[in-house]
């Protein structure tokens, strides 16, 4: 038998694979018959075979394949036999009755829904928030402004994870074995111009609003409200805060840092 051949033969066996198979091979069991005849110790002083594979190997060549079971194909009738039509007995009609007689289906009357708009505001209901007249030039500029921000990289100090007490704001690096400083590849990166956008955009909001530090209600009216927004200063106190607000929403200005309803605190608006 070829060696290709009885391999193939071995395999399909569970247990065996292609280095066993061929192991078997070297140590002159070449056909299914050898093996057949072969005791459990003469298969265990092959290597990599012990007592459990050599059992079952001897255990699944001992049993028999099951003979496929081929069910008999009915011959095809000859054209003369051909099959009669029965004729039914006509049914005879049934009186319509009260519980026979079918009710007829009434039409689906569409109801029109009128779209009524409620002018009153419900309370928690959500504001669009004010955007600004932009010139196309400020809008080229605050998308490539954003591009560039997602690809900057956090800046952290030199050697931050090392020395808790350091923490992570940035300091530029320095010394003479500095290997931030020097460039390192494995280095993190340092600030650089290269990191700033463009200068027709520096001092705005992500909005687009330019931003107005606002202390009192005065300051109000010199914002433009179509290009800028109010930012209210953080040592205001509260009661000063609310006519605040209460001022630029008559003078219809945004505000950037609303005080928030919830536990009081600031509300930052994007």
Known sequence: MAKDDFIKELTSIKGI??????????????????LKKASVKDLTKIKGINENVAKDLLNQLKEKPKEKTTKPTAKPKPKS????????PEKKPVK???????????KEEKEEVEIVEEE???EGEYKVKKKPELTPVIKEKLKIRKKIKNRTPNFYREEWFRYKRLGKSWRKPDGISSKMRRNFKYRPKMVRVGFRGPKETRGYHPSGFQEV????VNDLEKINPKTQAARIGGSIGTKKREDIQK???ELDIRVLNLWGNYNGG?????
Do not use: C, H, Q, W
């Open 96 to 106: 319509e009755t009260k519980k026979t007689a079918k009710k007829p289906k009434k």
């Open 120 to 122: 009153k505001e419900k």
């Open 266 to 270: 600031f509300k930052e608006s994007t």
């Open 17 to 34: 694979g292609k280095a066993r198979a061929e192991d078997l091979f070297k140590n002159g069991y070449d056909s299914m018959e050898k």
């Open 247 to 249: 001022k630029a929403e």
């Open 213 to 216: 530090i606002v202390y009192n």
């Open 81 to 88: 036999e051909t099959k009669k039509k029965v004729e039914k």
